[in-house]
């Protein structure tokens, strides 16, 4: 299985969503990417990184391209606009939607709760995914900080 992980920058949400549906199933492939990087950054905070267990790669983001969701058996997104920039690429993309807060639009002190929150999201993701439908919706609650 072939998932490509989709938010708009590929700097919080994607990278966790990503490595957390590769820990839960090692034989798949699993790419992320951003639908708005203008350029490759490598500036993700070290302290949203100590949120993740054993997070302590670097990172840097990309932007997803046309070749990222041929590539992709499914495409995981983070919000609905993430959906329609796969189905612009390829209108019979299979998209698993996952609404999740941005950690850059949050408190330094909710990260822990959000960090938690995407990687519970990987479960329910990998559970859609291997339900087959279409399309499915997961909607988590967003957090407040």
Known sequence: MRVL???????????????SIQALRPGWEVRSAG??????RADVPR?????????????????????????????????????????SHKLDARVVVCKLADPAFQRV????????????????IVAAIEAEPDVVTCALPLLEA
């Open 5 to 19: 992980v989709l938010c708009t920058g590929n700097r919080w949400r994607s990278p966790l969503l990503a490595r």
């Open 35 to 40: 639908t708005h990087c203008s350029r490759p």
């Open 109 to 124: 002190s909710a990260w822990l709760a959000l960090a938690r929150a995407v990687s519970d999201a990987a479960a329910v």
């Open 47 to 87: 302290a949203w990184r100590a949120c993740v267990d054993g997070w302590v790669e670097p990172h840097v983001s990309r932007k997803a391209e046309r070749e990222d969701v041929w590539w992709a058996d499914v495409v995981v997104g983070v919000q609905r606009s993430h959906e329609a920039f796969a189905k």
